[in-house]
């Protein structure tokens, strides 16, 4: 899991500790899925003024915003509006630009 996604620098030590004790098979993976639950921050959410927010503060249009997270312009567009939300990877990756800007895509 990459650094800064966890809770904490405890919450990460814990799960370091526990991943360890599963890969030793001390632990199963139910509740190895428990310390991720517990340990690995969710991904955010993002209203629609924020997403907007996040592109503009970046200078691109729709259209490459949408090139940048591998979705369609239509998508971005929705998402503008409120009419559709990201979740998943798009919120984390919403999450990345907002932070670092367009560079992470290096």
Sequence with gaps: MPKGHYRSD??????????????????????????????IEKAPEFNAKEIARIRKGVNVSQGVFALYLNTTASTIRQWEQGDKKPSGIAARMLQLVQKNGLEIFG
């Design 10 to 39: 405890a919450s990460e030590a814990i799960h370091s500790a526990a991943s360890g004790l599963h890969r030793a098979k001390v632990i199963d993976k139910k509740t190895m899925r428990e310390y991720d639950d517990l340990c």
